[in-house]
């Protein structure tokens, strides 16, 4: 990505963009190893927000991990449009990381508080030879997405924002590398209610307008409901149930999905508002 | 009524809106020197590292004699015209100790220069990519550590008095042969902060925006390490003048120059202690003594300055804000009183 224009929308196909196949992953331990994610297969589809579900320790972030390729599977395989990226390294490693980005829980430890706004969304252009200028309007395009002006942000440094500004840097930092697919890895969970939505509605927009391919990984299945297209909802590393975000919700299947919607006070109901709306 | 609501009222009725007693100005902001929350040891080691400093830089400037200048005889006792008195050779003592702690400080920050640019790279490179390579760098660390350091430096030491490259055989040389058989600690110190920092998510954005391996840890961890790299570089200075001085005391210092461990060499060759000739041993013991304690003291206040948990008196500085606040607190309910009763 190189210019401007390439922050248009893209057309939903309907083939998966990213797939994982038979993924699994062990971490070893002494006297043996334990399992974080167990034979877990997803298809990303373009256009589409998935949403994977699950407590502390379900494998979620693990997964997500592996997905984005910070972390080695043990065993499967991770495809994106059909290429296998499991071993990929360098130059490869880098291209694929232009196309998949990331947003991480914690909005300040993502951030080297030793750099301003300016300089960490500008890092990620260094190597695409675009000009000042045209630099400094995709700056302003991306951080604009995300509802931030420019001059109130590139020039300060990660603790001179706010919890749901650093998240939203974070967002248009993703941006500015033109991703096709977005992993939003507990995004919110460490922002207040308010803020929460508002990165959820963020989240929702760039969907809507860019047609991003979103992951969205969250403990909470009401924000998931609120959000995704599709649920995944994990368990001690094993996918025990996945649908339709409608089908989720309104047809459990598993004892842990009515578990977890039954800690969200009236997500049916809030949802068929949702909907008729 | 609150204290918003009663210093509303007091502006109506013309009155000041901040109670009486209360700073109206704005507070001066402090000067830059105080932002930097140095603590009375840190000035305490800076004022004797700074002494000794001005003894070895600024004291030839202003004193008559040269170290390389027979003023007398052997160990004339100390005299108005000679402080310190006159060593072995008859050489003036002050004159001979300025240019030693010259060469001794050049030496410490030459060699703990080196020593902590080879333990940061070593121990960033161990810590941050791991596997094999953490594996090969710390077994290799562990091997230089395994042999007493004082060996290799005697034996390096010796090597280098028979080279026939000069500048090897005097200052340069032996802070090389310090630095280089000095980095070990530091490198597994730097190792295992680099492993910490290599986990947190800033790595994985900056790999996420593409950036390579060298960038990261230039610009990703290094950072994160620097207050310790500074701490070990101050503890490096102050071991690498100690170790000179081992070597100096076992005949092995820098050819041709002085230093202190050389000064104390020669006045023990010279039986300076049997005859009480004080002022050729004393004087250049004493130097070496503030310049370690100095440099030792300033690491332990830097540890204070980069961990503000460790500051002290912050428990006093508290109870003055808490008193602060509550003066504050009493004046505005005076204010309200007043204003409620004026109502």
């Known amino acids: 990505m190189s210019d401007l224009d390439s922050l248009e929308p893209r057309p939903a196909t309907g083939q998966p963009v990213l797939s994982a196949t038979h993924v699994t992953k062990q971490f070893r331990v002494s006297g043996g190893h334990i399992t974080a994610v167990d034979d877990v297969s997803v298809d990303f589809h373009a256009g589409k927000v998935l949403a994977v579900v699950g407590e502390s320790g379900s494998g979620k972030s693990t997964l997500a991990r592996m997905l984005l390729r910070l972390m080695p599977v043990t065993s499967g395989t991770i495809t994106y449009n059909g290429k296998d990226v499991t071993h990929i390294k360098g130059s490869e490693l880098r291209g694929y990381w232009r196309d998949v980005q990331a947003v991480f829980q914690d909005p300040f430890s993502s951030f080297n508080q030793f750099y301003t706004v300016g300089q960490t969304l500008r890092r990620g252009m260094g190597s695409q030879g675009l000009e000042k200028e045209t630099l400094d309007q995709l700056i302003e395009t991306c951080l604009g997405y995300v509802g931030l002006k420019p001059a109130d942000a590139v020039h300060k440094y990660p603790h001179q924002l706010s919890g749901g500004q650093r998240q939203r840097v974070m967002i248009a930092r993703a941006l500015m590398m033109n991703p096709k697919v977005l992993l939003a890895d507990e995004a919110t969970s460490m922002l207040d209610a308010s803020l929460r939505v508002s990165a959820l509605n963020v989240l929702q927009d760039l969907r809507a307008n860019l047609g991003l391919t979103v992951l969205f990984i969250t403990h909470d299945i009401g924000q998931a409901c609120y959000l995704a297209d599709e649920v995944v909802v994990m368990e001690h590393g094993l996918v025990v149930e996945r649908g339709t975000t409608d089908a989720v919700i309104f047809e459990p299947k598993n004892d842990y999905t009515k578990r977890l919607l039954a800690d969200v006070p009236d997500l049916k109901g809030s949802l068929k508002v949702r909907k008729d709306v | ?343």
Do not use: C
């Open chain 2, 1 to 343: 009524m609150t204290n918003i609501q009663s210093a509303a009222v007091t502006a109506e009725a013309g009155g000041p809106l901040v109670p009486e007693g209360l700073p109206t100005e704005p507070q001066k902001a402090k000067p830059a020197w105080r932002s930097l929350n140095f603590g009375p040891r840190m000035w305490i080691s800076l004022g004797i590292i700074g002494a000794v400093a001005a003894l070895a830089f600024i004291g030839p400037l202003f004193y008559p004699y040269g170290p390389d200048q027979k003023v007398g005889s052997l160990y004339d006792s100390p005299s108005a015209e000679h402080i310190l008195g006159t060593e072995n050779f008859g050489y003036d003592v002050l004159a001979v100790l300025m240019a030693s702690a010259r060469n001794s400080l050049i030496i410490g920050l030459l060699a703990g220069t080196i020593a902590v640019l080879i333990g940061v790279a070593i121990g960033i490179l161990a810590g941050y990519i791991g596997g094999w390579v953490e594996e090969a760098l710390m077994g290799f660390t562990n091997i230089v550590l395994a042999i007493p350091s004082i060996v290799i430096l005697i034996l390096i030491s010796i090597s280098l008095q028979s080279t026939n490259v000069a500048f090897l055989k005097g200052v340069v040389g032996l802070a090389l042969v310090i630095g280089i058989t000095a980095w070990p600690w530091t490198a597994r110190a730097v190792r295992a902060q680099a492993s910490s920092v290599a986990t947190r998510e800033h790595i994985d954005v900056a790999k996420l925006s593409g950036a390579r391996t060298p960038s990261i840890m230039v610009r990703d961890v290094l950072p994160y390490l620097a207050s310790y790299a500074v701490m070990a570089w101050v503890l490096q200075l102050a071991s690498a003048i100690l170790a000179e001085s081992t070597l100096s005391m076992l005949g092995l210092g820098p050819s041709g120059a002085n230093s202190l461990g050389k000064q104390l060499f020669w006045a023990l060759a010279f039986q300076a202690v049997a005859t009480g000739a004080w002022w050729a041993f004393l004087p250049p013991t004493i130097v070496l003594t503030m310049i370690s304690f100095g440099l030792l003291y300033l690491q332990s206040s830097l540890d204070e300055v980069f961990n503000p948990r460790l500051r002290r008196g912050k428990k006093k500085n508290l109870a003055k804000a808490a008193a602060r606040r509550e003066e504050t607190a009493r004046k505005l309910a005076e204010q309200n009183q007043r204003v409620e009763v004026t109502a």
